[in-house]
């Protein structure tokens, strides 16, 4: 059995999951792997936001099954459907495709990266 975590040892541990995991990659300005539709992805997410209570994210697919897209672009998805999202240490800086103002954003953000 897993002992109790202490107080202070609860006050400093990082929290996990998906959705801290996407908040460390956006501050960090860190890829992530995940699974979706059944396929491994690595993205560069750009921004976290809620739209009909759900949470998105969009992000920049780097690869889809080890392969690189076609052409940069940035896509929505949901974050229920990106499966086991694991941090890579690898780099990216944000994309110029990226839109922070956009009206979709407005009121609902979570967190964006930040454009130099």
Known sequence: MVPPMTQTEAATAAPTGPV???FEAIVRLLTVTATY???TVTIAPHILYTRHGEIYVDAVTVERDGKPPREEKVG???MDGLGEPTLTDKAF???SLFE???EKYA???LMAVERA
């Open 93 to 95: 800086a944000p994309s």
């Open 37 to 39: 539709n059944k396929g």
């Open 76 to 78: 929505t998805f949901k």
């Open 20 to 22: 801290p995991t996407m």
């Open 107 to 109: 009121g609902v953000t």
């Open 100 to 102: 922070p103002e956009a």
